[in-house]
T-cell receptor, first 110, second 115 residues
Framework: QKEVEQNSGPLSVPEGAIASLNCTYS??????FFWYRQYSGKSPELIMS????GDKEDGRFTAQLNKASQYVSLLIRDSQPSDSATYLC??????????FGSGTKLNVKP | DAGVIQSPRHEVTEMGQEVTLRCKPI?????LFWYRQTMMRGLELLIY????????DSGMPEDRFSAKMPNASFSTLKIQPSEPRDSAVYFC?????????????FGPGTRLLVL
């Protein structure tokens, strides 16, 4: 049974702080990893993708991947109230099958 | 591009009725996915297609659920008969197959309420 685990939160951070979101996965053969943001009542939208060990930065967002530890994280620097949403971690397996975590709810307080 | 299109956006029906959800993927995408999202279970993959062929339907909860993709630009998810526990948001998503990092693009979802 493949699993993608996330802390459901809510994670509360003050505006301007760094928000750290974590995800672990059970299958060592997983190759591609994604972070989606989902606002309440909306559909998930892609924030970041990462395939290799290490860090990948895109603006205020940094994805970190450690395949040995089966761990992927998302850092949001200078958090804004508009970042308040649920963040979904997704793992892509063979044959293009995706597994999603249950999501972490982030609240950024002004 | 118009993105993934789903209809209807909202559906309210009574238990026992047939429900049909529709999806038009992004043009040129060869993978199509149907998901269900609830507070309790999160985002669950129900079934997905590659080039109109079902690849994995292991997530379909029971025989009351069926999905078809008659052509590259249209798919349906049918629930017959519907039950209150089927109430959820149903998302359709599409993607390309090329490369290891191709991601999925989600439609706006259909909010289903079965009374």
């Amino acid at each position: 049974q493949k699993e993608v685990e996330q802390n459901s939160g809510p994670l509360s951070v003050p505006e301007g702080a760094i928000a750290s979101l974590n995800c672990t996965y059970s299958d060592r053969v997983s190759q591609s990893f994604f972070w989606y943001r989902q606002y309440s009542g909306k559909s998930p939208e892609l924030i970041m993708s990462i395939y290799s060990n290490g860090d990948k930065e895109d603006g205020r967002f940094t994805a970190q991947l450690n395949k040995a530890s089966q761990y992927v994280s998302l850092l949001i620097r200078d958090s804004q109230p508009s970042d308040s949403a649920t963040y979904l971690c997704a793992v892509r397996e063979d044959f293009n099958k995706f597994y999603f975590g249950s999501g972490t709810k982030l609240n950024v307080k002004p | 591009d118009a993105g993934v299109i789903q209809s209807p956006r909202h559906e309210v029906t009574e238990m026992g009725q047939e429900v049909t959800l529709r999806c038009k993927p992004i043009s040129g995408h060869d993978y199509l996915f149907w998901y269900r999202q609830t507070m309790m279970r999160g985002l669950e993959l129900l079934i997905y297609f590659n080039n109109n062929v079902p690849i994995d339907d292991s997530g379909m909860p029971e025989d009351r659920f069926s999905a078809k993709m008659p052509n590259a630009s249209f798919s349906t998810l049918k629930i017959q008969p519907s039950e209150p526990r089927d109430s959820a948001v149903y998302f359709c998503a599409s993607s390309l197959a090329s490369g290891s990092g191709e991601t999925q693009y989600f439609g706006p979802g259909t909010r289903l309420l079965v009374l």
